[in-house]
């Protein structure tokens, strides 16, 4: 029977690459019960064996059994981010707490933590390689951190709060995705889009056209909202869609009542209050004072504290800068746009009029000379110079016809990665860019599992017969993609709890990323990445010297901004009182009064569409992208010292930072890479801000 179980249903297939034109949501609740049924059952023996635990009768079983639920789940988690349907919406939130309690129970099941504190404390552990030991290491600690020492009567109260914060989380995710795609507004009148142009028109031509309607169509999604704020000279167009966007999934969203009726089911303020209650009782029944102790535990970072002075250091170097940018952009809109009350809905707008002003040239000009094909050729390019690696082309089941699929080569011709490229927004497709890991490299019993990695984006989809075309931006959003998703695929290590980013410190995942991001500002690397749309032309030297000259174009506004959510996050989880009178939007308000120098209105809604902190992982650790910028920047030096393309650089940052993965602390990766602790000069140099060399708290 089990057999029949696992040949009829596509989600028990682990022999290869997921099977995803066949799985249908009725795969999802049998694959389910049978990989538990097995699990639970695996565990009950285990705790039975009277044996001494070894790695090999305790820790691989576990392992196998476990790697074989997440990539079941991972496929189900995955088409629920990118092909979210009323049915798989469905079966996924109604199994979303069976996984989730699996897996707290498992965390908190003391009797298996005991067998591993008896590994540890073998004379076996000595003799396992350093990989298996950090293993055991984290393992241990995080039996500590899922509540495994904690009272019976506490550990069922744990395992609740894990179970609902899975399902409010998902219902976050859920929610802002509703009312993302509930909203549009169709332009009847050609001549309210002045401004827009003309590739950007097109695009909501078609999706009118999709619609049954006649004229522009435009929606909150990305490659829509974002052209229409930059580019539209009608003010009240460019407020309209601003209001929408800013209060989505809020009791101000112009969604929260239809045909009459509210729709407070939209709204994510209670969850959101009702997450932070749980996440600090959780934190509570560990012993910590607040939720930001405790998932610092597994970062580099650590204290609140020292995050905290950081940020506020930083924001203090920013500041100066960000005051100047704003002040030149009201007198920039004031003189030659006639805006006298600078409004957010205001600012993607005059501030691209204030580059063309500047600098000679707008977004839209440069992003004729970046068709997809020619950056994809140009990034596999970067990767073989840098790595010595091939990139090709190859067959695989997708889920969704603009999908591709390639794989990695190494000099001799060996298969080292593989991955899938989603690029383009669609509506059942969750916001954002991200990278996961669908296959993650181990030993097996049958040799070396090749890693697999997903790499989504939300670009514009081709527009009429031509193919799509990317903004610089949009190009380095693929560059920092493609980083996670080479620290993944790159990795050398062969046991899975340490393989690839699994293991690595939260606030240092996104060092190989951000890294990568450089390379889009380099002359020798854009001239293999682009091909105007017209001429066939690629980016002329005096063009490309006006986007260099324009690089930290407001980075002192932009800086702050990161600063300002980031402080935000830490600060919600250290210093916010759930069960107190001040509510999320009134901290996020002082946090703005502290650091910011552009306020938005009152009625913008943030929070309540802050997914990175809510349902994305990233809760007490937002400010890991400006920590990690500090590592990133400092790496890339090392490239700029010895040549951005030197292949010596390059393999030395993949064989101690990539290939090593979670197996040793992020800060000694990095020492063996850079050949010292980090420095923030490059960081302050990169982004226009270094004036003087002044140490900042937190990092050498």
């Not at 028990?12 to 049998?30: C, M, N, Q, W, Y």
């Not at 970062?299 to 504290?305: D, L």
């Not at 082309?393 to 490229?421: C, K, N």
């Not at 600063?563 to 939007?585: C, Y």
Request: aromatic share 10%.
């Amino acid at each position: 029977m089990k057999g029949f179980l696992y040949h009829m249903n596509p989600l028990l297939d682990f022999s290869g690459l997921p099977r995803f034109t066949e799985i249908r949501s009725k795969h999802v609740a049998p694959a389910l019960d049978q990989l538990l049924m097995e699990n639970y059952a695996l565990i009950e023996r285990l705790l039975a064996d009277a044996s001494v635990p070894t790695w090999n009768n305790f820790i691989q079983p576990l392992t196998d059994a476990n790697e074989r639920l997440s990539r079941l789940w991972g496929q189900v988690s995955h088409l629920n981010a990118v092909l979210n349907s009323t049915p798989l919406r469905e079966v996924y939130n109604a199994n979303l707490p069976r996984v989730s309690q699996y897996y707290a129970g498992l965390a908190q099941n003391l009797a298996l933590f005991q067998k591993m504190k008896a590994i540890r404390a073998s004379a076996e552990f000595g003799t396992l390689g350093v990989p298996r030991q950090k293993i055991i290491e984290n393992q241990l600690r995080d039996f500590r951190l899922g509540g495994a020492e904690l009272p019976q009567a506490e550990k069922a109260r744990f395992l609740a709060i894990q179970e609902e914060l899975s399902t409010l989380c998902s219902r976050f995710s859920d929610n802002l995705l509703d009312a993302t795609n509930a909203y549009t507004w169709l332009v009847e009148d050609e001549a309210e889009l002045s401004g827009m142009p003309a590739d950007e028109r097109q695009a909501a031509a078609e999706a009118a056209q999709e619609e049954g309607k006649t004229g522009w169509l435009f929606t909150l999604k990305a490659p829509s909202y974002g052209p229409l704020m930059q580019y539209a000279d009608n003010r009240a167009l460019r407020k309209r869609m601003y209001v929408a966007y800013s209060t989505r999934a809020s009791e101000l969203s112009p969604n929260a009542v239809v045909d009459g009726q509210s729709r407070p089911e939209w709204d994510n303020a209670p969850l959101m209050q009702q997450i932070m209650k749980l996440r600090a009782e959780e934190a509570h029944l560990l012993g910590f004072a607040n939720f930001a102790e405790l998932s610092l535990e597994t970062k580099m970072a650590s204290t609140p504290q020292q995050v905290n002075d950081f940020l506020r250091k930083l924001a203090q170097r920013a500041r100066p800068f960000a005051e100047r940018d704003l002040a030149e952009l009201r007198e920039f809109t004031h003189e030659c746009l006639g805006i006298t009350d600078l409004q957010t809905w205001d600012i993607s707008y005059a501030s691209e009029h204030l580059r063309r002003q500047r600098y000679a040239f707008s977004e839209q000009e440069v992003k004729q000379y970046f068709p997809e094909d020619k950056v994809l050729e140009g990034m596999f390019k970067l990767v073989e110079s840098l790595f010595g690696l091939h990139v090709r082309s190859a067959p695989a089941p997708l889920w969704h016809m603009t999908v591709s699929f390639y794989e990695i080569l190494d000099s001799e011709g060996r298969l080292v990665g593989q991955f899938y490229l989603d690029l383009y927004a669609r509506s059942n497709k969750r916001g954002g860019a991200w990278m996961d890991d669908a296959i993650t490299r181990r030993r097996t019993a049958v040799g070396i599992q090749t890693p697999v990695a997903y790499l989504n984006c939300n670009f514009a989809p081709p527009v009429g017969d031509r193919q799509a075309y990317f903004t610089h931006d949009e190009v380095i959003t693929l560059f920092h993609e493609f980083g996670h998703g080479l620290h993944h695929m790159l990795t050398q290590v062969e046991d899975l709890g340490v393989s690839g980013i699994n293991g690595v410190e939260w606030d240092a995942v996104e060092l190989p990323s951000q890294l990568m991001e450089n390379f889009c500002w380099e002359w020798e690397v854009l001239q293999d990445l682009t091909r105007h749309v017209d001429t066939g032309k690629k980016l002329p030297r005096g063009l490309f010297d006006k986007m260099l000259a324009a690089k930290n174009f407001q980075s002192g506004l932009q800086t702050l901004r990161q600063i300002e959510f980031s402080l935000f996050d830490m600060r919600l989880h250290s210093d916010f009182d759930p069960d107190g009178a001040q509510t999320i939007q009134q901290l996020l308000d002082e946090v703005r009064s502290e650091v910011a120098v552009l306020i938005p209105p009152a009625f913008n809604r943030f929070p309540n569409s802050f997914s990175h902190i809510f349902s994305g992982g990233y809760a007490a650790g937002y400010y890991s992208y400006k920590w990690a910028e500090v590592l990133s920047a400092d790496a890339y030096s090392l490239f700029e010292e010895s040549g951005v393309l030197n292949l010596a650089v390059g393999l030395r940052f993949r064989d101690e930072v990539l290939a090593v993965g979670g197996s040793r602390d992020a800060m000694q990766s990095f020492v063996s890479f850079r050949g010292r602790e980090p420095k923030i000069d490059a960081l302050l140099r990169h982004s226009g801000l270094l004036v003087e060399n002044l140490p900042l708290a937190g990092l050498s």
